[in-house]
């Protein structure tokens, strides 16, 4: 989802600069012949807002929207404001290739990560979030990058979660990277753990990780 996302900014990115362009070049190449300058500032200005509710952060909109508005201001006002509409046409066109680009840069492994914490006051605070079912203080263990994959005192984090039957742990923890293929002191994997105690969602869970893959959140 949110790969699915972003590839939606780069999209609605896309969309704003062409139509800017096309509403900036329609006098002097014919467009009007097509489609009047009008209509393309109007549909332009309704992708600009979409834009703000459903894909860009706060920041990025202003700076789409202002470019936008001085690309097109008639020629008597840029003027007057000192604004070339040319200059602000590329640097619309610069701001879309930077967005572009970033989110490239974001799908090629650079190798840059952070670090797991993984200490034994960390090791301690996720299986006793784990063992309580603690769904709010596991996410804030998570969200500071804490390790889930180690071994405690003979046991593992998704091996309780399958034990106590935890649903909701076990979907987190598989969703962040933790290994369901591992195997307790008797060789039992977490499915085969949860399929003994009648704990079928977690069969499931692990099932559908194992076959399709579950992507880890950042």
């Known amino acids: 989802m949110k790969v699915q996302a972003k590839l939606g900014e780069i999209v609605m990115l896309l969309i704003v600069v062409l139509l800017s362009i096309a509403a900036n070049l329609s006098d002097r190449f014919g467009l009007e012949d097509f ?92 299986l006793t979030a784990v063992r309580k079912g603690d769904l709010v203080n596991l996410h804030r263990l998570l969200k500071i990058n804490t390790e889930i994959n180690f071994t405690e005192d003979g046991t593992m984090p998704v091996l309780i979660a399958a034990e106590n039957g935890y649903t ?23 499915k085969d753990i949860a399929l003994a105690r009648g704990y079928t969602r977690i069969a499931e869970i692990i099932n559908h990780a194992s076959e399709f893959g579950i992507p880890k959140k950042p």
């Open 35 to 126: 489609i009047s300058r009008k209509v393309l500032l109007i549909l332009l200005t309704a992708t600009i807002f979409v834009a703000l509710f459903h894909y860009l952060r706060l920041m990025l909109f202003v700076a789409i929207l202002t470019l936008a508005i001085g690309a097109n201001l008639p020629d008597e006002i840029a003027n007057t404001l000192g604004i070339s509409p040319s200059v602000m046409l590329v640097s619309l066109g610069l701001l879309v290739a930077v967005s572009v680009i970033s989110y490239l840069f974001k799908l090629l492994p650079t190798g840059i990560e952070r670090p797991k914490i993984n200490t034994e006051e960390s090791r301690k605070s996720v």
């Open 168 to 190: 909701d742990v076990m979907q987190i923890l598989v969703h962040n990277g933790a290994d369901f293929n591992v195997r307790n002191a008797e060789g039992n994997t977490p």
